[in-house]
């Protein structure tokens, strides 16, 4: 089945540092999703995006599926950026199937 | 955006005893359903997918039997958890699609301790 890779797999900030996770899949996909997962386990939508870049505020994403790698960058981060940030991908040719995840990026912040 | 809720949040029960989740999609009609796994420190692991009016399919290494999922309608899913052992205890995390969206939207997650 598809491999979804996260790095690195821990990363700690101080206060208003930028940082960028790396999401790497071994085969095509459909869709690719960024979450963040909150202290209490709620997983947040941060990002829908199979290919192209997108921004939302401090937060901003590229895919390259060609390259079949996407990246989430983080901007002046805040303590409550801290958690756990999850890429999921779903395989390519199959709408509307599971999302496979990755292991996951812990981040803590600091002030 | 869409919302997707799970009850209870938490729950506590005997070994032995069987435990019902819901899942409903709140403000979208639900094609599809997905249950999954997350033990402590450690990523999602899908357990089954859930179609409206038909049988779900389950991932290799879990019990059909153990975990039973009904998908009744376009917004609600329930996992019962049968006869469960402390080794059942995990956060429990129900998402849906609607159809035409391409977005999954999780719930909050249900936390089982079986003691």
């Known amino acids: 089945g598809i491999q979804v890779e996260q790095s690195p797999p821990d990363l700690i900030l101080q206060e208003g540092a930028n940082s960028t996770l790396r999401c790497n899949f071994s085969?095509?996909?459909?869709?690719l999703q960024w979450f963040h997962q909150n202290p209490w386990g709620q997983l947040i939508n941060l990002f829908y995006?199979?290919?192209g870049t997108k921004q939302n505020g401090r937060l901003s994403a590229t895919t390259v599926a060609t390259e079949r790698y996407s990246l989430l960058y983080i901007s002046s981060s805040q303590t409550t950026d801290s958690g756990v940030y999850f890429c999921?991908?779903?395989?390519?040719?199959?709408?509307?199937?599971?999302?496979?995840f990755g292991k996951g990026t812990t981040l803590s912040v600091s002030s | 955006g869409a919302v997707v809720s799970q009850h209870p949040s938490r729950v506590i029960c005997k070994s032995g005893t069987s435990v019902k989740i819901e899942c409903r999609s709140l403000d979208f009609q639900a094609t599809t359903m997905f249950w999954y796994r997350q033990f402590p420190k450690q990523s999602l692991m899908l357990m089954a997918t859930?179609?409206?009016?038909?049988?779900?399919?389950?991932e290799q290494g879990v019990e059909k039997d153990k975990f039973l999922i009904n998908h009744a309608s376009l917004t609600l899913s329930t996992l019962t958890v049968t006869s469960a052992h402390p080794e059942d205890s995990s956060f429990y995390i129900c998402s849906a699609v609607g159809l035409g969206r391409e977005t999954q939207y999780f719930g909050p997650g249900t936390r089982l301790l079986v003691l």
């Open positions: 859930s179609n409206e009016g038909s049988k779900a399919t389950y």
């Open positions: 995006i199979p290919s």
């Open positions: 085969d095509s996909v459909n869709n």
């Open positions: 999921a991908v779903e395989r390519s040719g199959q709408a509307g199937t599971a999302l496979i």
